[in-house]
């Protein structure tokens, strides 16, 4: 039940005006693929003691990217068992709380069945009026920035996530759009941003091979789910949605819903690395099962399974499971969740180096003021120089022990501050 609560397109490429410094409206930023287009500059050393301006205990079971709009920090929270979901709005002058309430209750919830989930996992999404805040099918809300009352909910979006929801939201005109990769259902639904209505729904058109001779699904449909979070790209006239589910990547009209070609990559499942776009190009990570990362070709003409006719280059040695790769100046980096970062050649798929960081990788990574940002489970928060040597900046820790408390959220870039959130806390970094 709700409880009392006390247009971004996100379009690889796009400039942002001086006013946009101050807004992150996704968990990869405005742009949607972890580029900060913004002066800075930013804060290379920092500690529990050093350069943080604020801290603000956020206690909890919840991994979500926080977002920003002006001077307001929004995030989503909830229980360690997930009986009570819950939104905050903080002051980023201050870290003061200026806002917390409960925006949804449940009497059950499924087990997470590990420990890298969370039942707060899926990022919300930002635009001048509203926030929208998501939680799988546990329930969708749009939340005036203004009265900080909701204006719409939804509870009636089915989908068991088995092990925690962890797709995030995205806008696109006025269209809020869900993914919902569950082990019994997999479809992504449009909503209309101002009333929550359902605008379109489109199944997946995955074909499965997981079902045994008697009929029933194999291990319980687990090879069916992901916790992918659609890109949008420009191909030729038209924008495209990128979206990884279980066993398939789909683009589709963002408009419409409608499916425009696929790629099939069978063997895996899981997906939770957004992919990122280049040139013409997008690079698709494929999640659980031997993962991959795969070079697709973006074509305006291309229809249905392109599998055969647009993958350029296929890499499955040291490929992260669930942390999302960054490409700049035609290189791409990734960190595999065990911590292995490599630097890749986006033209040929060529590795150029691989070494090792410490600590297990979740969030994914940004680059701002000339610098990449990679934060771990552990704590330690690591600035790798771009370019063909592997050269460490800097290698800062916040948290008072050796393993935490570290991040499975992204990093924020807003003007010249880091907003990191911990599994217990909101820290702003500032010089």
């Known amino acids: 039940m709700i409880i009392r609560l006390s247009s971004a397109l996100l379009l690889v490429g796009l400039l942002h005006t001086h006013a946009e410094t101050t807004k992150w409206t996704d968990f990869r930023g405005p742009r949607g693929d972890g580029h900060v287009e913004t002066s800075g500059p930013f804060p290379t050393s920092w500690s529990e003691t050093e350069n943080v301006s604020w801290k603000t205990p956020v206690p909890g079971r919840a991994w979500a990217t926080p977002v920003v709009w002006g001077d307001e920090i929004w995030l989503s929270n909830a229980t360690e068992d997930g009986k009570t979901m819950s939104v905050l709005c903080l002051d980023r002058e201050s870290g003061k709380i200026l806002h917390e309430e409960v925006v949804f209750t449940n009497e059950a919830v499924e087990e997470l069945g590990n420990k890298v989930n969370g039942y707060g996992s899926c990022s919300p999404t930002i635009d001048e009026k509203n926030v929208y805040i998501h939680f799988g099918s546990y329930g969708t809300a749009a939340i005036d920035r203004k009265s900080r009352q909701a204006i719409w909910s939804r509870r009636d979006l089915p989908c068991r996530h088995y092990r925690g929801p962890g797709s995030s939201v995205v806008l696109y005109d006025e269209l809020l759009i869900l993914t919902m990769d569950g082990v019994d259902e997999q479809y992504l639904v449009a909503l209309d941003r101002s009333t929550g209505k359902t605008v379109w729904k489109t199944e997946r058109s995955t074909e499965w091979d997981d079902i045994n001779p008697d009929g029933t699904i194999q291990a319980e449909g687990d090879r069916r789910k992901a916790f992918n979070t659609p890109l949008f790209v420009k191909v030729g006239d038209q924008?495209?949605?990128?979206?990884?589910?279980?066993?398939?990547?789909?683009?589709?009209?963002?408009?419409?819903?409608?499916?425009?070609?696929?790629?099939?990559?069978?063997?895996?499942?899981?997906?939770?690395?957004?992919?990122?776009?280049?040139?013409?190009?997008?690079?698709?990570?494929?999640?659980?099962?031997?993962?991959?990362?795969?070079?697709?070709?973006?074509?305006?003409?291309?229809?249905?399974?392109?599998?055969?006719?647009?993958?350029?280059?296929?890499?499955?040695?040291?490929?992260?499971?669930?942390?999302?790769?960054?490409i700049v100046d035609g290189l791409l980096y990734m960190t595999t969740d065990e911590g292995i970062f490599s630097c890749l050649d986006a033209e040929t798929g060529e590795v150029v180096?691989?070494?090792?960081?410490?600590?297990?990788?979740?969030?994914?990574?940004?680059?701002?003021?000339?610098?990449?940002?990679?934060?771990?489970?552990?704590?330690?928060?690591?600035?790798?120089?771009?370019?063909?040597?592997?050269?460490?900046?800097?290698?800062?820790?916040?948290?008072?022990?050796?393993?935490?408390?570290?991040?499975?959220?992204?990093?924020?870039?807003?003007?010249?501050?880091?907003?990191?959130?911990?599994?217990?806390?909101?820290?702003?970094?500032?010089?």
Request: hydrophobic share 35%.
């Open 239 to 326: 924008t495209q949605m990128i979206s990884s589910g279980a066993k398939a990547t789909f683009a589709y009209d963002p408009a419409t819903g409608k499916e425009i070609w696929h790629v099939r990559h069978p063997a895996q499942h899981t997906s939770s690395s957004r992919p990122v776009a280049w040139k013409d190009w997008v690079y698709i990570n494929t999640g659980y099962g031997k993962p991959h990362l795969m070079q697709v070709k973006l074509d305006p003409e291309a229809r249905g399974d392109i599998t055969a006719s647009h993958v350029g280059w296929d890499v499955f040695q040291r490929t992260a499971k669930r942390t999302s790769p960054i």
């Open 353 to 431: 180096y691989s070494e090792r960081l410490r600590g297990h990788f979740s969030g994914s990574p940004i680059y701002a003021d000339g610098n990449l940002y990679f934060c771990s489970e552990f704590g330690y928060n690591y600035l790798v120089q771009p370019g063909r040597e592997f050269t460490i900046i800097a290698e800062n820790k916040i948290g008072k022990d050796k393993y935490g408390p570290g991040m499975m959220a992204s990093p924020v870039a807003v003007e010249n501050e880091l907003i990191l959130r911990t599994t217990d806390a909101v820290y702003c970094i500032r010089d």
